[in-house]
């Protein structure tokens, strides 16, 4: 039964990036069935849609090009754009594992600053097809380039500052960077991530805000120890115009935990299950697009099933997750699980108000690893 706590745990924290919270009112009326399967089948449509749009951004298309530029000219072996997208892998979906933004220093020497160059300004020179330097500013490393290939003259401006790391051995740590971008003098872009460790170089907190008009994410991760252990919060919005898209705000209290260190090596194995440290609780919400889940997870209770035929009943008594329609609050359907004995798994299932039930993986394909 313990590989069914790890896919539990999936469920409450893989899909973090998903959803600001809104006020379930459990007197409005519940969706009907037909209802409830139109919101919860255009949700995968309207993420697709939205990161089509953001990929279509001044800014995106900027870095793009810019990483063209940039990574088959001046430092090779660093692509900043494969670096900021593990930064939003960070927050978007957290792991127990190993997942911080490491870096390999370019191969040319006189990169020292900084793992994506010395600070200076570096400017785009049409005629010989790679990068002016001036070692001016002292602090902060500015890039001015062509947005697009359809450019005659550089105007885009990128600038990296607060820039620091940790090296241990031949591994740099990103600890912290702010990014800006300007697109014919207007702000494109604005990053500001920072990593937070102790003495030990162990996680304590991570965050993270990307302003990339008309989109906005935050996110945040976190290790407190407590009375009962260790607790792990997780938090995220994702805005267009203001307008939540994406969101959550995850709670997981654990009795033993080890809390990651950023140097420790992963040798890329799966966690051995007996040694590997379940949560006593989770709980929080998760909303994406006008669907909203809300987590009660009383893990430890749930272990106390005395028997296989007892298990039904203690997950279905302490794992609950009920589904909102977000923002009005109506009902969609909540999850009842069933064991399967043959198989060792715990399977979810969505009981719609009509008392009809359908399997969550019919909907949240994310999810097929469950069966």
């Not at 935050?218 to 252990?229: D, E, V, Y």
Request: proline fraction near 5%; aromatic fraction near 12%; charged fraction near 20%.
């Amino acid at each position: 039964m313990k590989r069914n706590f790890l896919k539990l745990l999936a469920i409450a924290i893989i899909p973090l990036f998903l959803a600001v919270s809104c006020s379930k009112d459990d007197e409005n009326d519940p969706l009907t069935k037909s209802e409830a399967v139109e919101i919860l089948s255009s949700t995968s449509e309207q993420m697709t849609s939205t990161m089509d749009e953001v990929m279509q951004t001044e800014a995106m298309k900027a870095m793009d090009y810019f990483d063209l530029l940039y990574g088959d000219t001046q430092n090779p072996d660093i692509e900043l754009k494969q670096t900021a997208q593990k930064l939003i892998l960070v927050a978007g979906q957290p792991s127990l594992t190993k997942q911080f933004p490491t870096i390999q220093k370019a191969a040319k020497e006189e990169v020292t600053d900084t793992p994506f160059g010395n600070y200076g300004t570096y400017t785009w020179n049409f005629t010989l097809l790679d990068w002016d330097y001036v070692a001016e500013p002292t602090d902060v490393l500015v890039f001015n380039f062509p947005s697009d290939n359809t450019q005659d003259e550089n105007n885009a401006e990128l600038v990296l500052s607060n820039v620091s790391t940790i090296v241990s051995q031949e591994d740099e740590v990103l600890t912290s960077i702010n990014i800006a971008l300007d697109v014919n003098e207007v702000n494109a872009l604005t990053v500001s991530y920072a990593l937070t460790l102790d003495a030990e170089n162990n996680f304590e907190d991570l965050s993270l805000t990307i302003d990339m008009p008309p989109f906005f994410l935050s996110a945040s991760i976190s290790f407190t120890n407590n009375n009962a252990g260790v607790l792990l919060q997780l938090s995220h919005q994702f805005k267009k115009e203001g307008i939540s898209i994406m969101s959550s705000s995850i709670q997981a209290q654990f009795a033993e935990f080890e809390i990651p260190n950023i140097f420790q090596e992963d040798d890329g194995t799966e966690p051995v299950e007996d040694d590997f440290s379940m949560p006593l609780a989770v709980e929080g919400f998760i909303q994406m697009g006008s669907v909203k889940a809300t987590l009660d997870l009383d893990i430890y209770s749930y272990l106390q099933a005395p028997s296989p035929q007892d298990v039904d009943e203690y997950a279905n008594d302490n794992l609950k997750i009920k589904i909102y329609k977000y923002p009005a609050g109506n009902s969609i359907a909540y999850v009842k699980w069933y064991y399967n004995i043959t198989e060792d798994i715990l399977e979810a299932f969505l009981v719609f108000s009509n008392g009809e039930e359908e399997p969550v993986v019919n909907y949240f394909p994310m999810f097929n690893f469950m069966e």
